[in-house]
């Protein structure tokens, strides 16, 4: 239980951090201690595979991938200038949305009543629920077509990512940049 | 495990309803998506809970092939967030509402 | 079963056919079409003759049409009341259509004429050979229609094409009681058929049927021109002599007649809608004889006098003596029709003059057409041994006999009355010296007080008279041919009850027998002699006599200038009616016009559009372009979503 909280704490308080950080960089460590956390949260739910693919996927490529794209964005230039907020104080109906949504939630928690099984057998054993073999039987076995599409998938994604992204000749030597706009006059009324 | 099932779901919840404030409450798009990345793990965790409460397997599956569309999706996003914002001097998504009608 | 009868189908459809054929080729067949018209008119007639014995026999010829409804079956048939009125209308209108080839030949529009008059003849056929009251409807409507196209014939006259559109409008209001008194029937009983109707009037309260009385009969007082509905009459006679004679004499105005002699069950059955007819038929003979003591315009008299006759008609068959109405419909096809078309020989010759102050002399122009209007006068009259006399006393001892004195009474003076201004007609047109040649102020024309009876017409010449004239025969011949029925054709009433009249029509409308006070017919006969007689005297005194010939203009004058005001503007019906009905019409469609049009119609319509506009707007503000606002609206849904599950729930 002690566990449990302690990694509870943690992943809301890296939560929290992520979101409000100043800076994107801090919010990638904090999302990483989140993902490590969660991992760890995964081992003490019979989720071995599942917490390994978690940090090796997810923090690993994901989150480097992230790091990539904010030194290409802010190469050159004087980083993410903030400019005037078109939705100020937008954050206190996103709140209030949000606790309702969680009160829902936890009503829907508390007329719920959970029965966890029991599992017999030692962890990493095979054929054990949470095993890698159990796992790969699984994933092979009887999702195998979602697992093919899956696949297919990833492949779109980079075949996208190459066309959307690529073909940016280097060496040029720094284009002009397009400066934010001011902001716009209030519109015309409507006309009678 | 180590605590009662509604206690996982709970957390699962706080961590989904952190990541919608971040989406709406930020205009850095890049933290935009993380926190994107913060919804799909709060499912996640919701997902993987479930399994070990019903011992089934699917949920594993499911929370696999959860990651890996997440990947795609973020490569993705993060191509258009890099095209849209490659000649601009600003990285902010209120700049860019060019569907304003 | 009943048994069909298809030549019935020919002699529905052949006017039809010639309308049709005449209306498309008219410009090719030009002067062939009168031959034509006249052909298609005379086949029926002689195929009506070839089934007698199987109209007169039972229920008569019946010819099944189609069935729209389980209760709603059209058909056609010939009994006795349709074989009558099948008869003169294509025997008369034959006549009419030869008349017409005379009468219209050089008008530039000659075929189109014919179409129409063959149109209107299939229209009342479908009025009087209809088996429902729905066909009868349909009829009705159409005469009407061809009665608008026939009276604005020469539609280039503002006047025609004002008195056109009266008696349409006139008619229309009449078709409302009709159609009224269908519904309530159609409710009721749940058929249209003359036969399931007649059967079952015990299923109405007497208040409904008097409401259905009331309505067939405001249609009848519309067509056949009763008081207060007989506006457009006088009127009518802005369309060619011809269409005079045929439509607002003989037939289209005898179709209420026909309509409530064929309704007799439901009329023998109230007794409150027998006293409202026969009152106002006697009221609008009472007033169709003053009004036609005051007019000028020989075809405006011929209308008056018409409509003073279609009172009686009506007055008979309101108070029950049906056979005596229809014969009285007979008798006055035939010298009305005389008296239309002598009328028509001498306007003709007269090139459109058909003012009787320019008139007179005309004994000795025209021979033929003063015998001709002589014996109509005469029939008209009821003299003794002429048809009008039978059926006009027959009309009016049948008033008595059904216990109506104040009707008979008033029928009885209005028989002196028409005795007066038809032979007044007679002398003023036919006798002393010729007054085309005299100054027309002289005579009193375009006096001021002149409103309401008819200015000559003599400035404008409708006919072209390009060609050389039609042979005389066309015109005298149908002239000469009338003149036997208008003499002889009352003798079939003759021998009071058992005349073949009456045993001809004794097995649709049974046999009446009076009351044992009633007074004998003959009482009747005498009365009205001695009234004739009056009359008569009273128009040769001041008309007739040669010292009253040898001062004519002068007296002529007086008579037009001292005419009371009320007389000339026909007790001011017009007036009443325009005050009534039309200037408040005209007052609120100016005031839909300017008001509710712009300001409420359009301005819905408008504020429709720009309330669309401004909704458009209001969605548009939520399109902001920004992806939090966007992502915001997802959670807000998402919110929803949860708490309508959580609370409300999805089953459990």
Redesign the interface.
């Known amino acids: 239980?002690i566990?449990?909280?302690v990694l509870?704490l943690l992943?809301?308080a890296s939560?929290?951090f992520?979101?409000t950080?100043k800076k994107?960089v801090y919010?990638?460590v904090g999302?990483l201690v989140?993902?490590i956390a969660?991992a760890i949260?995964?081992l003490?739910?019979?989720?071995e595979?599942?917490a390994v693919?978690?940090i090796v996927?997810?923090s690993g490529?994901?989150l480097i991938?992230?790091v990539f794209?904010?030194a290409?964005?802010s190469s050159g230039?004087?980083?993410?200038?903030?400019?005037?907020?078109?939705?100020p104080r937008?954050?206190i109906?996103?709140?209030i949305?949000?606790?309702?949504?969680?009160?829902?939630?936890?009503?829907?928690?508390?007329k719920t009543v959970?029965?966890?099984?029991v599992?017999a057998g030692a962890t990493g054993d095979a054929n054990v629920?949470?095993s890698v073999a159990?796992?790969g039987t699984?994933?092979f076995t009887?999702?195998l077509l979602?697992?093919e599409v899956?696949a297919f998938?990833?492949m779109?994604?980079?075949v996208?990512?190459v066309l959307?992204?690529g073909d940016?000749a280097p060496g040029r030597r720094a284009?002009k940049?397009?400066?934010?706009?001011p902001i716009s006059p209030p519109r015309e009324p409507?006309a009678? | 495990?180590?605590?009662?099932?509604?206690?996982?779901?709970?957390?699962a919840?706080?961590?989904?309803?952190?990541?919608?404030?971040?989406v709406?409450?930020?205009?850095?798009p890049?933290?935009q998506?993380?926190?994107i990345?913060?919804l799909f793990?709060s499912a996640?965790?919701a997902l993987?809970?479930f399994?070990?409460?019903?011992?089934n397997?699917?949920g594993?599956?499911f929370?696999?092939?959860v990651?890996?569309?997440?990947?795609?999706?973020?490569?993705?996003g993060?191509?258009?967030?890099?095209?849209v914002?490659?000649?601009?001097?600003?990285?902010?998504v209120?700049?860019v509402?060019t569907l304003k009608g | 079963m009943v048994q069909d009868h298809p030549l019935l189908f020919l002699i529905w459809l052949m006017p039809l056919f010639g309308a049709v054929i005449l209306w498309a080729f008219g410009p090719q067949l030009k002067s062939m079409a009168g031959p034509i018209g006249s052909a298609l008119i005379g086949v029926p007639f002689i195929a009506a003759l070839t089934m007698w014995s199987e109209a007169t026999t039972g229920a008569g010829a019946h010819q099944a049409l189609f069935s729209w409804l389980p209760q709603f079956t059209f058909g056609l048939q010939l009994d006795r009341i349709s074989l009558v009125w099948t008869m003169i209308i294509t025997g008369v209108g034959f006549l009419i259509h030869v008349y017409s080839i005379g009468y219209m030949a050089g008008d530039k529009a000659f075929a189109r004429f014919f179409a129409y008059l063959n149109f209107f003849i299939f229209a009342m056929l479908t009025l009087v050979l209809s088996d429902n009251f729905v066909g009868l409807l349909v009829g009705w409507g159409l005469v009407g229609l061809a009665s608008y196209l026939l009276i604005g014939y020469y539609f280039e006259r503002p006047a025609a094409v004002a008195a056109s559109r009266k008696a349409f409008v006139i008619n229309v209001v009449g078709d409302i009681g009709i159609l009224y008194a269908v519904f309530v029937i159609v409710a009721k009983i749940g058929a249209i058929g003359y036969g399931d109707v007649f059967s079952h009037v015990s299923k109405f309260s007497s208040g409904e049927l008097f409401a259905v009385c009331l309505g067939l009969f405001i249609g009848c007082a519309a067509k056949s021109a009763q008081v207060p509905l007989h506006t457009w009459l006088p009127d009518a006679m802005e369309g060619p002599t011809p269409v005079s004679a045929l439509i607002h004499a003989a037939t289209m105005v005898t179709a209420g007649v026909y309509l409530i002699a064929r309704c007799a069950p439901l009329w023998n059955a109230s007794s409150d809608a027998r006293v409202l007819v026969g009152s106002i038929g006697a009221l609008t003979a009472l007033t169709g004889a003053i009004l036609g003591c005051a007019q000028w315009d020989i075809k405006r008299i011929l209308a008056y006098s018409t409509m003073s006759q279609i009172g009686y008609m009506i007055m008979g068959v309101g108070v029950g003596a049906y056979d005596a109405g229809i014969l009285h419909f007979l008798t006055h096809a035939f010298f009305k029709a005389q008296l239309f078309l002598g009328a028509g020989i001498i306007i003709h010759n007269l090139a459109n003059q058909q003012d009787v102050r320019l008139m007179g002399g005309l004994r000795k122009q025209m021979p033929f057409a003063f015998a001709a209007m002589t014996i109509g006068v005469l029939s008209i009259c009821g003299i003794p041994g002429f048809s009008g006399f039978f059926s006009k006393d027959a009309v009016l001892s049948g008033t008595l006999a059904h216990g109506h004195p104040v009707m008979w009474a008033v029928g009885v003076l209005t028989a002196g009355l028409t005795a007066y201004y038809m032979f007044r007609m007679l002398f003023v047109t036919f006798l002393g010296v010729y007054r085309g040649n005299v100054d027309p102020s002289e005579l009193g024309l375009r006096h001021p007080e002149l409103a309401g009876t008819a200015v000559a017409h003599a400035d404008e010449d409708e006919h072209a008279h390009v060609d050389a004239h039609a042979p005389a025969w066309l015109m005298s011949g149908p002239v000469a041919l009338l003149m036997i029925p208008t003499v002889l054709i009352g003798w079939l009433d003759a021998g009071g009850d058992g005349s073949p009249w009456g045993r001809f029509f004794e097995p649709v409308f049974g046999a009446f027998v009076p009351a044992a006070s009633t007074p004998p017919d003959v009482l009747t006969s005498l009365i009205v002699l001695m009234l004739v007689a009056a009359g008569i005297t009273v128009a040769y005194m001041r008309y007739g006599n040669p010292a009253a010939l040898l001062d004519a203009i002068p007296r002529l004058r007086a008579e037009t200038v001292r005419m009371p005001s009320a007389l000339t503007h026909a007790f001011y019906f017009d007036a009443a009616i325009d005050a009534l009905f039309v200037r408040p019409s005209i007052a609120l469609g100016g005031f839909f016009s300017r008001v509710i049009d712009p300001h409420v119609i359009d301005a819905g319509v408008r504020e429709a559009g720009?309330s669309a506009?401004?909704l458009g707007?209001l969605f548009r503000s939520f399109q902001?372009g920004?992806v939090?606002?966007y992502a915001?609206a997802l959670?807000?849904g998402?919110?929803c979503f949860?708490?309508y599950?959580?609370?409300i729930g999805a089953g459990r």
């Open positions: 239980m566990g449990f909280v509870a992943m809301i939560a929290i992520t979101v950080a994107p919010s990638v999302l989140n993902f969660l949260t995964y003490t739910l019979h989720a595979f599942l693919i978690q996927v997810y490529a994901i991938l992230f794209v904010i290409l964005l230039t004087k980083p993410f200038e903030p400019g005037p907020n078109r939705m937008a954050v109906p996103a709140v949305f949000g606790v309702a949504g969680f009160a829902a939630i936890v009503v829907a928690i508390s959970f029965a966890p099984a599992i629920f949470g159990d796992f699984a994933l009887t999702n979602p697992f899956t998938v990833l779109v994604a980079i996208g990512v959307l992204a940016e284009p940049r397009i400066a934010r706009e409507i009678r | 495990m180590n605590a009662p099932v509604e206690a996982y779901i709970i957390v919840a706080i961590l989904f309803f952190i990541g919608v404030v971040g709406i409450a930020r205009r850095n890049l933290i998506l993380m926190s990345e913060l793990n996640n965790l993987v809970t399994a070990r409460s019903w011992a397997n699917a594993h599956v929370a696999f092939l990651i890996t569309v997440a990947a795609a999706e973020a490569a993705i993060l191509a258009i967030v890099v095209i914002f490659r000649k601009t001097t600003f990285v902010d209120d700049e509402a | 720009i506009n401004w707007h902001t920004l939090r606002a915001l959670a807000f998402a919110a949860a708490l599950y959580v609370w």
